[in-house]
């Protein structure tokens, strides 16, 4: 094939693994490679992994089959395709994933994305190989930045990872095993990518880490900064609008953060702060190091300090032990609350981490029964959440062209979508930020109308 090579990138899972597959776009960039949604027409294929529940780990499989197809393919019509495998089932399984898929070529694992313009040329000259070390040398440092062209193609909401890695082992978690342990940016790396992001237009920036408020990198004269001094500066970088953070662990809400949503009007009152169980013994065997009684005074606190704070959460059902009273704990839990949203999952064991070890696992049967109960109470309040929008204005920030003509989508300064349609949408551009009131709802979404003039 002639002109430079292609990379189709595809990412599983959260955040942490799309703002991964960015830098690896941007450091293959630097090797001559163009990005293509098109698999059928890429040279290099990355699939970007995750591994938290089963069902994710098993996608990947099923999804390698497909590619292997596309490899052969193309093999066919004299075309020679590469497979790589990144993210956290490739620093898990290892090897053991080329055994299973003799397609794969590269196996890399998270901590190794800089190393991948080396990687490829050594797949090219000797073959398929794994790389799933833990290098001392920054990765940060050695991935490259992406081009003004490439962010502004991505929107004007931008996550950038300020932390990775978690050292809390909840029994039910293989993060601490994928991600290693819990690493913070320098503060000066972050506002510089800050910066670089705002320059190319970027209006909201979500600082992300797997456990993101236990952040503790060192500030200018040397000295670790909280969460909430990170945010308070990141807050003065000019073009900046609106910050957000996830995922947060409710034993790392230090009172700088919460002293943030007081202090920072451009700190979105929204948080996703996962609980997982309103049980107290089950958070014990979860190894949560909180009670149910410590999350609701986290929440309690940050209502007092921003009252129209909006939560969501993660929940399992069924960890190992779990009771049918240990479960209407968590149901009692989310009444408490009142959660403008919520993931919830069945539990799932996975290998190496102690809970699946746990003698007394719950039966497929009864997760499965009290996930049901679980959803339905997560949409009612989600639904009495929205309900309570209709009606009234807020600042949106629009992020992309609705489906049809006139029509542009944003987001609230709680994460709903918002539909805005009217007259006045031509007035209004993508990265504006403009005053909304919602006329109508959909289960997933807010629908409005301009407000007022634009305030951009
Ligand atoms: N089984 C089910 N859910 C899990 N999560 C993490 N590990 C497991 C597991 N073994 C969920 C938690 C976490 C979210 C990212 O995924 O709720 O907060
Ligand atoms: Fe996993 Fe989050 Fe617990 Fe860390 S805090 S072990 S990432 S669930």
Redesign the pocket.
Known sequence: MSGAPKVHIRSFGCQMNVYDSHRMADTLAGEGYTETATPGEADLIILNTCH?REKAAEKVFSELGRVRRLKEEAARAGRSVTLAVAGCVAQAEGAEIIRRAPAVDLVVGPQSYQRLPTLLRRVAREGALVDTEFPVEDKFDQLTAPSPQATRARGVAAFVTVQEG?????T?????YT?GAELSRPVAKIVAEVERLADAGVREVTLIG??VNAYHGEGPTGEAWTLGRLLQRVAEIPGIARLRYT?S?P?DMEDSLIAAHRELPGLMPQLHL?V?SGSDRVLAA???RHTRTDYLRIIERLRHVRPDMAFSS?FIVGFPTETEADFAATLSLVEEVGFASAFSFKYSPRPGTPAADMEEQVSDAVRHERLLRLQRAIDRQQAVFNARCLGRSFEVLFERAGRYPGQLVGRSPYLQTVQVEGERVPDVAIGDIARVTVTQLSPNSLFGTLADAPSA
Do not use: A, E, L
């Not at 978690?166 to 909840?170: E, G, I, L, N």
């Not at 039910?172 to 601490?176: E, L, S």
């Open positions: 938290i978690c050292d809390k082992f909840c039910f978690c293989v993060v601490p991600r797997q456990n995922t662990h034993g996962p997982q979860m190894n949560r993660d």
